[in-house]
């Protein structure tokens, strides 16, 4: 889910009125810099809009966004240069991704006292739905549905104990992976060379774990079960790079970075990760994104930075005020530029420093 924070009345009714008209306008946000770190405005997207969850699609030029609207959440395609939105279905779930071509649209449906886990693809110029699956019967308990693109018009979708490769253009499931018991899924999360599917899942005591797949041969490469992750609650996050995978999670009010070796899943000891004041350990909220040839980390404090994907050594740190109590990395452009991120009022494209 994407973190949604407060901002003033006054730009939440200016972008009300846009919105109202069928039109968004840019955000003109100032630029502000720190050590080579810039961010602008890109779109006002302040809380009386709603807005839940979203993404963006770079060449495109569109930012997907999922707002809620009486017991559901209203779809709607908004060009990033504020051009005219389109508006789409409503659907009952709010996770969103992007793969193979589609929007996906996924979550825990409430059906009384139950849920039922569900997913659905939309297609990226209309914003009709293309096809709809339901992925469990009601349940007592809520889950988890993770997405991945699986390459060659595939998308990687994963619940409870099962992880499902599905063909965008047909809707067949053409691969079915399932999870020792005990796991559930929380993220699943592919390496840019498409040669390693990590599945991340919440444990039967409270921790998580990491499973590392061929997606080819669907054969369990590593897994760390018993490892770093015990003291995560509320499920990780996963970003795949060359070399390895990034976990992020929390262990209550505070949370941590760490980065699993892709060869056995162990821990590679990160730069300074020890010290009191770590880049590697926050408050609240961080997330991660890999793009260009670096791995970006953004924390809730406003701190930003781009590390050596395989090593974490820092390449530029810096601090945006834009980011603070947002700390939310979205897509990036081409070779990382620009990397689009939320702040409390905005989407905004952020450019990094040479050294990344």
Same mark, same amino acid.
């Given at each position: 889910?994407?973190?949604?924070?407060? @901002?003033?009345?006054?730009?939440?009714?200016?972008?009300?009125?846009? *919105?109202?008209?069928? #039109?968004?306008?840019?955000?003109?946000?100032?630029?502000?810099?720190?050590?080579?770190?810039?961010?602008?405005?890109?779109?006002?997207?302040?809380?009386?809009?709603?807005? @839940?969850?979203? $993404? $963006?699609?770079?060449?495109?030029? $569109?930012?997907?966004?999922?707002?809620? +609207?009486?017991?559901?959440?209203?779809?709607?395609? *908004?060009?990033?240069?504020?051009?005219?939105? %389109?508006?789409?279905?409503?659907?009952?779930?709010?996770?969103?991704?992007?793969?193979?071509?589609?929007?996906?649209?996924?979550?825990?449906?409430?059906?009384?006292?139950?849920?039922?886990?569900?997913?659905?693809?939309?297609?990226?110029?209309?914003?009709?739905?293309?096809?709809?699956?339901?992925?469990?019967?009601?349940?007592?308990?809520?889950?988890?549905?993770? $997405?991945?693109?699986?390459?060659?018009?595939?998308?990687?979708?994963?619940?409870?104990?099962?992880?499902?490769?599905?063909?965008?253009?047909?809707?067949? @499931?053409?691969?079915?992976?399932?999870?020792?018991?005990? &796991?559930?899924?929380?993220?699943?999360?592919?390496?840019?060379?498409?040669?390693?599917?990590?599945?991340?899942?919440?444990?039967?005591?409270?921790?998580?774990?990491?499973?590392?797949?061929?997606?080819?041969?669907?054969?369990?490469?590593?897994?760390?079960?018993?490892?770093?992750?015990?003291?995560?609650?509320?499920?990780?996050?996963?970003?795949?790079?060359?070399?390895?995978?990034?976990?992020?999670?929390?262990?209550?009010? &505070?949370?941590? %970075?760490?980065?699993?070796? #892709?060869?056995?899943?162990?821990?590679?000891?990160? !730069?300074?990760? %020890?010290?009191?004041?770590?880049?590697?350990?926050?408050?609240?909220?961080?997330?991660? +994104?890999?793009?260009?040839?670096?791995?970006?980390?953004?924390?809730?404090?406003?701190?930003?930075?781009?590390?050596?994907?395989?090593?974490?050594?820092?390449?530029?740190?810096?601090?945006?005020? #834009?980011?603070?109590?947002?700390? #939310?990395?979205?897509?990036?452009?081409?070779?990382?530029?620009?990397?689009?991120?939320?702040? !409390?009022?905005?989407?905004?494209?952020?450019?990094?420093?040479?050294?990344?």
């Amino acid at each position: 889910m994407r973190k949604r924070v407060a @901002i003033t009345t006054g730009a939440a009714l200016a972008a009300l009125a846009c *919105m109202a008209s069928g #039109q968004v306008a840019a955000a003109a946000a100032p630029a502000v810099a720190s050590a080579g770190w810039s961010a602008r405005g890109v779109l006002g997207e302040p809380p009386a809009l709603g807005i @839940i969850n979203q $993404v $963006v699609d770079p060449p495109a030029g $569109v930012d997907y966004v999922l707002a809620s +609207e009486g017991r559901g959440y209203r779809l709607r395609r *908004m060009p990033l240069s504020g051009a005219f939105v %389109t508006v789409g279905p409503k659907f009952p779930v709010f996770g969103i991704s992007l793969g193979a071509g589609s929007v996906w649209v996924y979550g825990a449906r409430p059906a009384g006292h139950s849920v039922s886990l569900v997913l659905y693809q939309v297609n990226r110029s209309t914003l009709a739905v293309t096809r709809s699956w339901q992925l469990s019967g009601n349940q007592s308990r809520s889950g988890f549905v993770a $997405v991945a693109p699986g390459g060659s018009g595939t998308e990687w979708v994963g619940f409870l104990r099962t992880v499902l490769r599905i063909n965008a253009s047909s809707g067949a @499931i053409v691969s079915r992976i399932r999870l020792h018991s005990g &796991l559930t899924v929380s993220d699943l999360s592919v390496d840019p060379a498409g040669r390693h599917l990590y599945v991340v899942a919440n444990t039967s005591v409270s921790g998580s774990a990491v499973v590392e797949f061929d997606p080819a041969s669907l054969r369990e490469l590593a897994s760390n079960s018993r490892g770093d992750l015990r003291f995560s609650v509320g499920g990780a996050s996963a970003t795949a790079v060359p070399g390895g995978v990034w976990i992020s999670f929390r262990t209550g009010m &505070l949370g941590e %970075t760490l980065l699993l070796s #892709q060869r056995n899943l162990r821990m590679v000891k990160l !730069p300074g990760a %020890t010290k009191p004041r770590s880049l590697f350990h926050w408050v609240m909220f961080a997330s991660t +994104e890999y793009a260009g040839r670096s791995l970006y980390l953004a924390r809730q404090d406003g701190i930003i930075a781009c590390l050596n994907p395989r090593t974490g050594a820092v390449r530029s740190r810096g601090r945006l005020s #834009q980011l603070v109590n947002a700390g #939310q990395l979205l897509q990036a452009g081409r070779h990382g530029r620009p990397l689009y991120g939320l702040s !409390p009022s905005a989407l905004i494209a952020i450019s990094s420093p040479a050294a990344c």
